[in-house]
């Protein structure tokens, strides 16, 4: 079975300052995608940014890129000029390719920004 | 586009009583997962649909949970009797998911949470 963890239960950073957020997984697939969701209080579950494990170029949107390394089984989020609205609970997930569509999340990592 | 649909958005009821969460995924989406996150336990997958019939339901935690989805556009997750450790945030999602499985992305709903007094 898929495992994720992110070893970090909680950040804070001053606005502005850029932050990365770890995650690795235990996987004997090949062929996966991850994904990082961010939680506001509010709490709806919004996608962040996703990546496909055969690409080996790192995915961006934005403000928002990933350090991809497959050998190690990692996969962080770095938020680039942080935003006080970037402030909310961040999950690492995993897929498996081909059948199952389902999600594996780590335990979350609540991020601060401090203004 | 409207997104993924719940309500209620809050349920407070009482231990024994039958809880009825409804969710309507977005037009088009052919997967529906319903999960369940508390603090405890995080985030975790109860049940999905794939073209309205249930794939895997391996995460319903015991028979009091129920999910139907009777049409393209409609979802239950039923919990009777309630008890108070049911007491979570209860999300849909869906997602469109081409054959063997594609990876594509779910889009959540803005989830139910249920109070179990």
């Known amino acids: 079975a898929q495992t994720v963890t992110q070893s970090q239960p909680e950040m804070s950073v001053q606005e502005a300052e850029t932050v990365t957020l770890s995650c690795t997984y235990d996987t004997s697939e090949n062929n996966y995608y991850l994904f990082w969701y961010k939680q506001p209080p509010s709490r709806q579950m919004i996608l962040v940014i996703r990546?496909?494990?055969?690409?080996?170029q790192n995915a961006t949107e934005n403000r928002f890129s990933v350090n991809f390394q497959k050998a190690a089984k990692s996969f962080s989020l770095k938020i680039s000029d942080s935003q006080l609205g970037d402030t909310a609970m961040y999950f690492c997930a995993f897929m498996k390719h081909g059948g199952a569509q389902k999600l594996v999340f780590g335990q979350g990592t609540r991020l601060t920004i401090n203004p | 586009d409207a997104g993924v649909i719940q309500s209620p958005r809050h349920e407070v009821t009482e231990m024994g009583q039958e809880v009825t969460l409804r969710c309507k995924p977005i037009?088009?989406?052919?997967?529906l997962f319903w999960y369940r996150q508390t603090m405890m336990r995080g985030l975790e997958l109860l049940i999905y649909f794939n073209n309205n019939v249930p794939i895997d339901d391996s995460g319903m935690p015991e028979d009091r949970f129920s999910a139907k989805m009777p049409n393209a556009s409609f979802s239950t997750l039923k919990i009777q009797p309630s008890e108070p450790r049911d007491s979570a945030v209860y999300f849909c999602a869906s997602s469109w998911g081409s054959s063997g499985g594609m990876g594509e992305t779910q889009y959540f709903g803005p989830g139910t949470r249920l109070l179990v007094l």
């Open positions: 037009s088009g989406h052919d997967y």
């Open positions: 990546q496909e494990a055969y690409k080996q």
